[in-house]
């Protein structure tokens, strides 16, 4: 899930803290109904989250590699080599 875009027209990806929050307040909202139908649609909600917080673990996973990478390879004097972190690491970068 992602945010509507802000002033820069930038997207921010909800995080994984978020996520497992909202699933555990739908969780309680479908404990606590007297209602089969509410309890229906928090449920899917929660379903929903679960997997957002799943999805939104491995971007922050992914993200913090990345910043490692990155960290290391300045340190090396590599800033520059990041053909490592290509979908297609055989291949070049377009300005190359």
Not at 5 to 12: D, H, R, S, T
Not at 22 to 43: G, K, L
Not at 58 to 72: F, G
């Amino acid at each position: 899930m992602i945010f509507p875009a802000n002033p820069k027209g930038e997207y921010m990806p909800v995080s994984s803290i978020l996520c497992h929050a909202q699933e555990a307040e739908q969780r309680q909202r479908a404990e606590d109904s007297a209602f089969e139908n509410v309890r229906a649609v928090a449920a899917k909600a929660a379903a929903a989250w679960h997997k957002e917080g799943i999805a939104a673990e491995a971007r922050e996973a992914r993200q913090l590699r990345v910043q490692a990478y990155k960290a290391d390879a300045a340190a090396a004097g590599n800033v520059d080599d990041d053909l490592r972190l290509s979908e297609n690491p055989d291949r070049g970068r377009a300005d190359q």
